[in-house]
């Protein structure tokens, strides 16, 4: 058993070093953090790091930060615009139910006018996915607009995977844009 105090070593624990250790803690802030890092099949500690961080995210924006009435958004209905389910962008899975995304990036993603109503978390701030590595991190970072099974394949199969996948996505968006745009 390895004591885990604080974060600023957790490169090291995730090195081949330390795959067969199990971590301890006692400070009620990293227990997710030793949690994860005591999941040694790496598919099940990225989903268990995804779904926390999702955990998390709406757990700190509990209230409605972007004022949803009737299905839009206080800069939607300021606007009269008609979109609605409140995506400011041009998302191609939005439903008329709303996101079916579960999507870390998009969470962080607001606008100038929600973004007033409260402090707005920051990438960097979400500890626990310092158990995850750089790479797997940007990954996430470019990920918007992904349902979550998609982002999580994405960082278990990697940058290249991701890469191919995203150019893929953006020429079928292309054509998807111009056929909707004619």
């Known amino acids: 058993m390895i004591e885990l105090k604080s974060t600023k070593l957790l490169f090291l624990y995730r090195t081949i070093l330390f795959k067969f250790s199990t971590f301890k803690t006692n400070n009620n802030e990293l227990k997710t953090i030793v949690k994860a890092l005591n999941i040694k099949n790496r598919k099940q500690r990225i989903t268990y790091i995804y779904d926390e961080t999702i955990s998390l995210l709406n757990e700190y924006y509990s209230q409605d930060l972007c004022q949803f009435i009737d299905g839009k958004c206080i800069v939607q209905r300021k606007n009269n615009s008609k979109s609605t389910n409140g995506c400011c962008r041009r998302c191609l899975i939005v439903t008329e ?51 979550r099974e998609e982002v999580i394949k994405n960082l278990q199969y990697g940058i290249i995977y991701t890469v191919l ?16 745009a004619n």
């Open 97 to 147: 139910k709303g996101c079916p995304s579960v999507n870390i990036t998009c969470k962080l993603i607001y606008c100038k006018t929600a973004a007033k109503n409260i402090k707005l978390l920051k990438f960097n701030e979400l500890t626990i996915l310092k158990c995850l590595s750089i790479r797997q991190r940007l990954i996430i970072l470019a990920s918007t607009m992904m349902v």
């Open 165 to 180: 996948r995203e150019l893929f996505n953006e020429i079928k968006y292309s054509f998807y844009r111009k056929k909707s």
